[in-house]
């Protein structure tokens, strides 16, 4: 390839529109040292966002969140093919309560945009 041609590929994908790249659908739970995790993201009108994690048995977590749209929420882990619900899916702008972990699983909180416009979410988690 001559130089030229490199220069004009170079040019061409630096005049290029740049598209940003979305939060990952998927965020991992990670506690702080004081045991807290926040998280705060945007969710797509037909998108989704879940915080996920292990929890032993017997863990106690305080959570709550806050939205600007309501959302669906669930608080659930698989068991093989199966969802099991820790917390019954609802459609709210804001929830709190504490989840005890009634079995060692990786349990996932939940929230889908089912409407028109961005949601911004809020999240926090105690344990």
């Keep these: ?3 030229h041609r490199v220069l004009s590929f170079i040019l061409a994908l630096c005049a290029a529109p740049v598209v940003a790249q979305a939060s990952p659908p998927i965020v991992e739970l990670r506690w702080s040292p004081e045991g807290r995790f926040a998280h705060r993201t945007e969710i797509q009108p037909k998108g989704f966002v879940e915080v996920c994690g292990e929890l ?3 863990a106690v977590v305080a ?3 806050s939205a600007s ?3 669906d929420f669930n608080i659930h882990y698989h068991l093989g093919k199966d969802v099991v619900y820790a917390v019954q ?3 709210m702008k804001a ?3 504490k989840l005890t972990a009634n079995v060692p699983e990786h349990y996932c909180w939940m ?3 089912k409407g ?3 949601a911004t979410l809020s999240v926090e988690l105690r344990r």
Excluded: I, K, Q
């Design 116 to 118: 028109e416009s961005v």
């Design 69 to 71: 749209e309501a959302l």
């Design 1 to 3: 390839m001559s130089a």
């Design 63 to 65: 959570w709550s969140y």
């Design 111 to 113: 929230w889908v945009n």
């Design 56 to 58: 032993s048995p017997r």
């Design 89 to 91: 899916p609802s459609r």
């Design 95 to 97: 929830a709190a309560d």
